[in-house]
């Protein structure tokens, strides 16, 4: 099993940019979560989803948009980039019962 | 609403000396209390759930109640133990929600 898995590892967006982090996982998995990670924050949830075409809001989920059309993959789409998403971006899966697994990250600047 | 603090964003200790790295969480239910690590450049991952009461790396944590804690113990550090470390609550019922605290870097001086 290869996990979480997000693409891409590293991304430079200018303000005003649009584009999608990519999150599956391979574990069928009902619930998925993105996270930002920012220092002195700790990890804020954005958005999360309990299955196939639920998805629901998190702490922050203001400049961002997901969908899950299928149970393995979960995108994170910011819609019009901004500074302050500048920030680590995890992606996370799990079932009732267990604990969080987690993806590798996507470091974001946005200039 | 949950919420998970742990007041120490950085605690140095020296190699040997005990460890402890302090969680406390307001939630009026019964939560699942976890500790995530993450080591540098990697993703998180699961160090410890206080259900199966295990010592993962010589790391123990107690759910207490009464004083609403779970904090992170280990009576010898180690210089692998540096790392940054989460603590977490899963809410009971309902799609059981996640929180995270803002996280304690250690720092293990040789």
């Known amino acids: 099993n290869a996990g979480v898995t997000q693409t891409p590892k590293f991304q430079v967006l200018k303000t005003g940019q649009s584009m999608t982090l990519q999150c599956a996982q391979d574990?069928?998995?009902?619930?998925m979560s993105w996270y930002r990670q920012d220092p002195g924050m700790g990890l804020r949830l954005i958005h999360y989803?309990?299955?196939?075409?639920?998805?629901d809001q998190g702490e922050v989920p203001n400049g961002y948009n997901v969908s899950r059309s299928t149970t393995e993959d979960f995108p994170l789409r910011l819609l019009s980039a901004a500074p302050s998403q500048t920030s680590v971006y995890f992606c996370?899966?799990?079932?009732?019962?267990?604990?969080?697994?987690f993806g590798p990250g996507t470091r974001l600047t946005v200039t | 609403a949950q919420r998970v603090t742990q007041p120490e964003k950085l605690l140095s200790v020296f190699k040997g000396a005990p460890v402890e790295l302090k969680c406390n969480y307001s939630?009026?239910?019964?939560?699942?209390l976890f500790w995530y690590v993450q080591y540098s450049r990697q993703r998180l991952q699961l160090l410890l759930r206080?259900?199966s009461r295990e010592s993962i790396k010589g790391f123990t944590a107690d759910l207490n109640k009464g004083e609403t804690s779970f904090h992170l113990k280990k009576p010898f550090a180690q210089e692998e133990d540096s790392a940054m470390y989460y603590c977490?609550?899963?809410?009971?019922?309902?799609?059981?929600?996640?929180?995270f605290g803002t996280g304690t870097k250690l720092q293990v001086i040789p």
């Open positions: 996370a899966s799990r079932d009732r019962e267990s604990e969080q697994y």
């Open positions: 574990m069928n998995h009902e619930y």
């Open positions: 989803s309990v299955g196939a075409g639920i998805t």
């Open positions: 939630y009026s239910g019964s939560p699942e």
């Open positions: 206080h259900i």
């Open positions: 977490a609550l899963k809410k009971t019922g309902g799609y059981q929600k996640v929180t």
